[in-house]
């Protein structure tokens, strides 16, 4: 969608627009009511803005639509198609890293009890696996920042390539 068709859609349709870009309503309908945006720039100025304030809570809602690194998303939706291109560098890992990522998934799941949450798009197999080893050794404090630095990352991301 456009931004002028951003500007202009009902607050359902422009909500609609921008559901897949994290599974937040509360920040999706922020970012609705924000409306009309000069520019792209005023756009993702303010959807940042909107994301810094998460906290665990928002963090638990938004996983649901984030598959583990190495898992192939499932579906037909937007969402799943979405996160199968950003996790593609790991489509084309070899097994030892397949196996390296999940054994490694398993180790951060029972440490931190969610599931490890990286910006893929632009990471390659390696990258990801050495941050995910970085990332075990933080206290759980940090941690939480970690992740919902990356989780706001991804949702630019996403509302860049939705909104244009
Ligand atoms: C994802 C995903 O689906 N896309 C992305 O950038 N990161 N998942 C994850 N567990 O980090």
Known sequence: MDLASFNQASAAEAQAAIAHCVAIPAWQQAVVAAR??????????????L???WQGAELEQALSAHPRI???????????????SEQSAM???????????????QSYELHFGRVFLIRAKGR???EMLAELQRRLNNDAE?????ALLQ???????????SIV
Do not use: V
């Open 151 to 161: 989780l706001r990352e991804i949702t630019l991301l996403r509302l860049k390539e």
């Open 70 to 84: 190495g898992e192939k998303a499932q579906g037909a939706d937007k969402e799943a198609a979405l996160s199968r």
């Open 124 to 126: 390659s197999g390696e």
């Open 36 to 49: 009309p945006f000069h520019d792209l720039a005023a756009l993702h100025c303010t959807a940042d803005r």
């Open 91 to 105: 489509q084309q890992a070899n097994g030892a890293l397949q196996f390296a990522m999940l054994a490694a998934n």
């Open 142 to 146: 940090i941690e939480q920042q970690e």
């Open 51 to 53: 994301a810094q304030g």
